[in-house]
């Protein structure tokens, strides 16, 4: 079983800059990938960025350029961050943390709200 617990969404005027960050937890020994997506109101979820367990980063091509994605493994626990730059008002949804594991199992966070005032 692996946890993941986001935080640091919030408001934000256009233009504006927010950090998200998740912390996994549990058995973290078998967490390959670990994503970003996001879900707007009335929207299916997308993929926003992935970084995978060899280090390797990939974004939509929406985000790309003002999104960067990090990812610090550590003993007990693993941290995903994504900074989020030049936001824009389509950049609003509800923003998830994904974990997939050696056995393809996927995990989810609750979601964070990410909200871009123009």
């Known amino acids: 079983q692996v946890q993941l617990v986001e935080s640091g969404g919030g408001l934000v005027q256009a233009g504006g800059s927010l950090t998200l960050s998740c912390t996994a937890s549990?058995?973290?020994?078998?967490?390959?990938?670990m994503s970003w997506y996001r879900q707007a109101p009335g929207k299916q979820r997308e993929l926003v960025a992935t970084f995978t367990r060899r280090g390797t980063t990939n974004y939509a091509g929406s985000v790309e350029g003002r999104f960067t994605i990090s990812r610090d493994n550590a003993r007990n626990m693993v941290a995903l961050k994504m900074r989020m730059s030049s936001l824009k008002p389509e950049d609003t949804a509800v923003y998830y943390c994904n974990a997939e594991t050696t056995r393809a199992y996927v995990y989810w966070g609750q979601g964070t709200q990410v909200t871009v005032s123009s």
């Open positions: 549990g058995s973290i020994f078998t967490i390959n990938d």
